[in-house]
């Protein structure tokens, strides 16, 4: 007989218990998750999907455990001596060879975008490298892009080997951590610092080139051969790399940082600028494996005109800023004035009129002047102090796994004592010159 919807205020208690089991699955069921496994079957680049940087539950003592270092797992309970690592399932060079944009031996196409009038874009061929040199608008200084070519990658100790190396050596790369609170926050990003230590990053590990696997050497050695290549002259040899591995939805993220509960990935790339103090004005990046996109924009304090607080920038306007070509006549009309406080209510004066912002509301950051397309092998170089002071930018791997390798100088009197590491940094001996790709 159908039930009437008067009989639920009476119903039978036998009804309430019922349970039915489930037929696929004994209870008790594993409130603890497996550990995950790599073998011969699976596929290139298994061991560093999104899953492989989640922590562990211990099959020891239960504990769960964050992915700290780049090679695996390792218990965090003092005593406990469980570790879990995975095999290499390797991803070979020709595993990144990309189909719709494949490479050749001859001069790569340029997939960079130039979305800001003012930047004046210079290409030249040499060594292989097709390379895109951007100088930016309002400020002194460019960045310039080497696009690889197979010849590049495939040359003896270049990309090709490199990547190979970056996956199964030992590099240290590690997650950074600093302590919030009570809580601890981790890096995203797996990184290690070779050479002079750079204390603006949250790395975990700071060793010796000495101690360093020939890819390190090589990545420096080949990043001073391409900043003397694109700046003769006036540069000083780097003195310190940073690298960093992206697993898959990994990007990077400086003002840092998932907390340990909240393992998910980044949403969205963060800007930043590498302008910090004590570094030299040439940075050079060298990219392995997957893709990337890097995104130069300028910081919203030029774009919007207005610094911190209500004070406006008593700078001259940035092309590609809001309100550019008022702004730039008001600015000339004013350097006749000497007198601080005229300048600064004339400045005020500016900003109301024009409605320049002091924060930015919404959405409404620079549009990207510039984009980057960072293949296998590519370098990039950022020169001029201004580039940091005036732009920002942020990275977006694409794919499985990303090395970045960055080369830096950095001033040894800028850091105290407690700073200096151990080890003496000396000089790039691996010295590269080009000759093989010429
Ligand atoms: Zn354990």
Redesign the pocket.
Known sequence: MEPSEDDIVSYDSRWLKQRTTWAHEGAPYPLRPELMEVDAASAPGAHVTQRAWRGIA??????C?SRRDFKGWT???AG???THTLPHALIAPNELYDAFNPLSKGYATSRDRVDSNGIVVQSQFSHNYRINRYELPGICGFVTHFIANRTVQQEAGGPDEMWVEMQTADTGLRRGSKPKGDEEYLGRQFMVNYGMPYKFITAATFRSFDDACNTIKAARSRLNWAQRYVNPGACKDFNEVLAIGYFEEQSINVSNISTRSNNSPAKTVQYHDDGENGLGPTIATLSLGYPAWMSIRLKHNHYLGVTTGENPVDEPPMPGCIEYQERRKAYDEMQTIEDKKERRSKLEALSAKLGLKSKPVGRQHAPDALKLHLGHGDIVIMHGEDVQKFYEHAVSPVGKLRFALTARHITPEHLTPEERTAYVVKEDENVYDGSAIA
């Open positions: 211990c099959p020891k003592c239960g504990r455990s218990c965090e309970t406990c001596d469980f």
